[in-house]
């Protein structure tokens, strides 16, 4: 079946610091790729996504790339702030009606003041 | 933005009983999801919903879960009768279309159920 690997359960940073949380994936047909944050208290949160190989998705200052050929999704900022402390999710969806989201195990990122 | 509520937070029950976990969607959106996440793992598909009817279910969906959004009202997931491996967390999602690629799904705050 389809799968999410994210690399890093836990990330601690400080302010300004570059993010990179690694994410590969493995699916059949072409999926689409998607990051979401989740804030304590509150469900995930769309981020962005991208739908085909080498399209770059972005938002808030993160961005990540789709790499069909490695089967990455990695998500990257280039200074962080306090305020981006959250659990980061990759996930995919491999079309058809459903819209059936498959998650990675998330990665708890900290980011000190 | 557009907000999911999800009723109760928090719901304690006996192992056997029933449960109906309440999900208010966002008021346009014609599509409805359940995941399921249990502590320290993935978050994990269960099941979504489409005009009065089940498109997709995973394996996860036992044959005591049910899910119905009678007239346009909260759409529920129902446990009966549960059992101690379905304490997790539930999350609850909206989208306006179908398909992955084209409408971003909303998720409430999700709801902790614990089945002692």
């Known amino acids: 079946g389809d799968s999410v690997t994210q690399t890093e359960g836990q990330v601690a940073l400080s302010e300004e610091d570059f993010l990179t949380i690694h994410c590969n994936y493995s699916a059949s047909g072409y999926p689409a790729l998607f990051w979401y944050v989740q804030y304590p208290g509150e469900g995930p949160q769309f981020l962005f996504r991208?739908?085909?190989?080498?399209e770059k998705g972005s938002s808030r200052g993160f961005e990540a790339t789709y790499d069909k050929g490695t089967t990455s999704f990695h998500l990257r900022k280039a200074s962080v702030q306090e305020s981006d402390s959250a659990v980061y999710y990759c996930?995919?969806?491999?079309?058809?009606?459903?819209?059936?989201?498959?998650f990675g195990e998330g990665t708890q990122v900290t980011v000190i003041s | 933005g557009p907000k999911v509520l999800q009723i109760p937070s928090h719901q304690i029950i006996d192992m056997g009983q029933m449960v109906t976990l309440n999900c208010d969607p966002v008021?346009?959106?014609?599509?409805f999801y359940w995941y399921k996440q249990i502590l320290g793992q993935q978050m994990e598909f269960l099941v979504n919903?489409?005009?009065?009817?089940?498109?997709?279910k995973s394996k996860l969906f036992k044959d005591q879960f049910s899910v119905e959004r009678p007239d346009g009202s909260y759409f529920t997931l129902k446990i009966q009768p549960t059992a101690l491996e379905d304490s997790a967390v539930y999350f609850c999602a909206s989208s306006l279309g179908e398909g992955w690629g084209n409408y971003e799904q909303y998720f409430g705050p999700g709801t902790r159920l614990t089945v002692l």
């Open positions: 991208a739908s085909r190989d080498k």
């Open positions: 008021s346009n959106h014609l599509y």
């Open positions: 919903f489409y005009n009065g009817k089940v498109m997709e």
């Open positions: 996930a995919l969806a491999t079309g058809g009606l459903s819209g059936k989201l498959t």
